[in-house]
């Protein structure tokens, strides 16, 4: 029902297709741990994806012109209908339905010259999840108040998808109460048009990678877009919840967790900040809560597969076993997603393929520093977090415990956050030399380290610093399947890099899946030679 009207003609071939989904030997394993619940999401997916006529809106993307002067201000003052700054909303119609953006809005909505903007969800207002059908003409209708002109290239209309996008030409500036309107066109990615299917995290090559060969778009303390909070520009590294950041691709997620009920906290919480006895730590909303989101937007979405990484855990004695508790409540459902337990059970990671396949879509890792987590809880896998330098061989670890290496360091932001290159590439020569399990790159400082006196905000500087990801990636070229997460505060702030965090991963593990198909090539020509080999020999004897 989610993804698919089951119709009259619809119904006869999905129980065909559930019928050679039992009776096939290769999957008789999968459908002893499925329910016919889960064989049914999976048969409408296969049924529904290749006969795709509509979507619902989930984000707007838009480029400020290039062109000197195209920039502009948000609103500073307003008087009897006139401000100083400008703003923009967006329209969109198709046959007689429309729906209103209303201001297009973040924390930091300045329109810089050559920047990428993205709006996601709330952001969105009217606009998050109208329909839009495929086969009719979308008009938009973008509108300017205020007296700072701009003038905008192009703006762009998403699904949660990367499938297609609606792309609406502008390049018209715009000053004081005017507007433009222009028909949309809509593009097809080209691997849509040659297999219409989304396959594993957006596309059917990566079901072949490996987990730790996959490279994941994450977001750092991702649970502190659950709400407003005070002190925003201090505490806050996210303005989209954690269904609108699933919404924008994100894959991984950093979450800070706390069980207190003090200070506003109400138990099992996630939160940021230091030293919670004081007083300087600020909770988010509860987890449960959070969990359960997650957890119904990745039954609707089933070909999507998620990390949950609970690095910086205060007073763990009692957050450890609350956290561990709430996820198995949350994620036992015998129809819904569930934890991976493959690492453990086999001792090697699944592809994304056999993650779809077993519905075990949820990756967790738990830095647990009280004993908590050991080889008999097959859903949760023990982080050890390395710093570039450090020695792994004296740790003493477990077959069942993952080094992760990480390139966070607090530097000073300066005018272009250049800094993380270096911090990056040092962690990136440290993996070549001590290989760990997974390689974390991140991006990103803390409150502090920006600004002439330390008081930028943190998504002042992530739009600084996020511009980097790309260069970034391609200089840690040390190993085929490194790195395998990358962390920003503000994802949805792209700047002036080419692509966003998501679209360059995207671009990354296609070039994975090239690899892991070339070398598949090469070990069926190698038999193929063996066998030919062995048949010559047995010829001559």
């Not at 990484?309 to 450890?320: A, K």
């Not at 570039?388 to 670890?397: Q, R």
Request: glycine share 8%; aromatic share 10%.
């Amino acid at each position: 029902h989610w993804l698919c009207p089951l119709t009259s003609l619809v119904k006869p071939v999905l129980h065909f297709i559930l019928t050679q989904i039992t009776r096939s030997e290769e999957t008789r394993e999968i459908n002893m741990k499925m329910s016919p619940a889960s064989l049914a999401s999976l048969a409408c997916l296969a049924l529904c994806v290749v006969n795709v006529n509509s979507f619902n809106i989930s984000k707007i993307s838009t480029k400020t012109s290039s062109i000197p002067g195209s920039g502009m201000d948000k609103p500073g003052i307003s008087l009897f209908g006139w401000s100083n700054g400008g703003s923009y909303s967006v329209t969109l119609c198709q046959d007689r339905r429309c729906c209103v953006t209303e201001e297009l809005n973040t924390e930091d909505n300045n329109w810089e010259v050559g920047h990428v903007d993205w709006f996601v969800g709330r952001q969105i207002s009217q606009c998050r999840d109208f329909s839009v059908e495929l086969g009719k003409p979308l008009m938009m209708n973008l509108s300017h108040e205020g007296s700072n002109a701009g003038m905008l290239e192009w703006i762009k209309i998403h699904p949660w998808h990367s499938a297609f996008e609606y792309f609406c030409q502008v390049g018209v500036r715009l000053d004081y109460s005017s507007s433009h309107t222009t028909e949309c066109v809509l593009q097809e990615s080209e691997h849509w048009k040659k297999s219409p299917q989304f396959g594993c995290n957006g596309r059917m090559e990566f079901c072949k990678l490996r987990f730790d060969q996959f490279l994941f778009a994450g977001s750092h303390n991702s649970g502190t877009g659950q709400s407003d909070g005070v002190v925003k520009c201090a505490y806050k590294n996210q303005d989209l919840d954690i269904v609108e950041q699933l919404e924008f691709g994100i894959r991984f997620f950093d979450l800070d967790v706390i069980d207190m009920t003090t200070f506003g906290c109400t138990g099992l919480e996630t939160g940021h900040g230091s030293h919670p006895d004081l007083g300087l730590y600020q909770c988010y909303g509860r987890m449960d809560t959070l969990l359960g989101q997650m957890r119904e937007w990745m039954d609707r979405h089933p070909s999507e597969i998620v990390v949950l990484n609970f690095g910086n855990i205060e007073w763990p004695e009692q957050t450890i076993p609350s956290l561990m508790e709430t996820l198995i409540k949350v994620f036992t459902s015998q129809d819904g997603v569930k934890i991976s337990k493959g690492f453990k059970e086999r001792g090697i990671w699944p592809t994304l393929g056999e993650a779809v396949r077993s519905n075990e879509r949820l990756f967790v890792f738990i830095r647990d520093s009280i004993g908590a987590v050991t080889e008999n809880e097959l859903e949760f896998m023990k982080e050890i977090k390395v710093k570039p330098g450090d020695n792994v061989s004296s740790k003493n670890l477990s077959d069942f415990e993952v080094t992760i290496t990480t390139s966070y360091k607090a530097g000073d932001v300066g005018d272009d956050c250049s800094f993380v290159l270096k911090t990056n590439n040092e962690a990136c020569k440290s993996e070549n030399e001590t290989e760990t399990d997974f390689l974390k790159l991140s991006f990103f400082s803390k409150f502090g380290k920006g600004g002439a006196i330390g008081t930028e905000c943190v998504h002042k500087m992530a739009r600084k610093c996020n511009q980097w990801v790309k260069q970034a990636v391609l200089r840690c070229h040390y190993r085929d399947f490194k790195p395998n997460f990358l962390l920003v505060d503000y994802p949805n702030y792209q700047g002036r890099g080419e692509v966003n965090i998501v679209q360059l991963c995207q671009l990354v593990n296609m070039d994975r899946a090239l690899l892991v198909n070339k070398v598949e090539e090469e070990k069926e020509k190698d038999a193929e030679s063996l066998e030919g080999q062995n048949s010559s020999s047995t010829e001559v004897i």
